[in-house]
């Protein structure tokens, strides 16, 4: 199914790179939802529970609408049944407060996640199936957690920040920048803080039920004898949604 977001002029597109570069992902006529402008969140640092700061570095809050990560992921693709699982790990590199930016355009200065003081990290799955449109996605799982010791070089999920087991609605096909071997979008329902994490994301409350998670695929490679399973890579961008109209 192939979505759209007018508030950011680009196709929302979801789901494993495998099914568009194996099948290719058509246009979907039938009614399509539509995210709403994103809106902002405040992120309190100085609530990220155990993390030790470095004494000249004072943690605080600010407003942001966008956070930028990597991953990198394994998809198994099973040809007889034309489905797919895709299970992936992604490291929140940089918070923002605009879309597409350009350069440092939005760039949240003095936040302790960039120097690497705390680690704000991830997990992800889903899993579906390859129709004449494109990939229905069926199922989709999000986890955010923060890892307080960055530096050790090991992904530490010390602290569930909030998670989503409900797919709302996604897509996967080609992108529009020529980097990358293809895009992908999913919005996420019913998303959910733990006590700490509406600590760390302190506003608004009660805090926001839709998340997108939207990237472009950058590599694919089969690993192993299975010429069904790829790694991999990619980057992009996640933000919430006050709402979503339409499906």
Known sequence: MMLRVDSLNKTLLTGCCLVMLLTGCGSDSESTPVALPAP?????????????????????????????Y???????????????EEKGEFDITEYRTGFIPKGFEGYVWGSGLNPGYYGLIGDFSIVGKVTAGGAAIESGVIHFYLDLTPK????????????????????????????????????????????AGAKYWKLPRPFYTYLDFYGNVLTSVKIGSNPNVYATTGAGGAYFLSAVSGK
């Open 40 to 68: 902002t969140w405040t992120v309190d640092e100085s609530q990220a529970a155990s993390v030790v700061y470095p004494p000249a570095f004072t943690p605080g809050s600010f407003e942001v609408n966008q956070m930028y």
């Open 70 to 84: 990597s991953y990198y992921s394994t998809i198994t693709y099973d040809q007889s049944a034309s489905s797919f």
């Open 152 to 195: 050790d070089c090991v992904r530490n999920k010390d602290l569930l920040v909030g998670s989503s087991s409900t797919l709302y609605s996604g897509g996967a096909g080609a992108s529009g920048n020529p980097n990358a071997l293809g895009s992908y979008d999913a919005i996420y329902s019913s998303f959910i803080l733990t006590d």
